[in-house]
């Protein structure tokens, strides 16, 4: 909902949730909750991020404080710490760049077609 964000790797609620509903919530999830603010403050959190397990995407009215916060319990620092994840990431930028683009460049004379891998995009 609007105002909690929920990941494998844990969670942020409302800044007004008891600590007795945070708890509870915890235990049946399994995952560290924490209650907490983005946008300098507002408490509709689902609105005012997104995250999953690699990233975390928020307005950029969101203070110092509120991104360490998103950080930390959503594990999102790279400090080699967790390796699972860091796995997973290389994974996917390697399948990804095996995938081949097809750009369309509209001209006066016609249309061509450019086949492109995202290595190629990444090294011009």
């Given amino acids: 909902g609007s105002y ?37 403050g507002s408490s509709a959190i689902g609105a005012g991020m997104v995250v999953n397990d690699w990233i975390a995407f928020c307005g950029r009215e969101t203070t110092a404080t509120e991104i360490s916060l998103i950080e930390n319990i959503f594990k999102l620092s790279d400090k080699g710490e967790h390796n699972n994840i860091n796995q997973m990431r290389s994974v996917l930028v390697e399948s990804m760049t095996s995938l081949t683009l097809i750009i369309l460049n509209y001209s006066s004379r016609g249309i061509f077609f450019i086949l492109l891998t995202l290595k190629d995009l990444f090294l011009m």
């Fill in 4 to 40: 909690s964000v929920l990941t494998n790797q844990g969670g942020m609620m409302h800044p007004k949730t008891p600590i007795e509903d945070q708890d509870e919530l915890s235990s049946l999830l399994q995952l560290p909750l924490v209650a907490g603010t983005v946008n300098r």
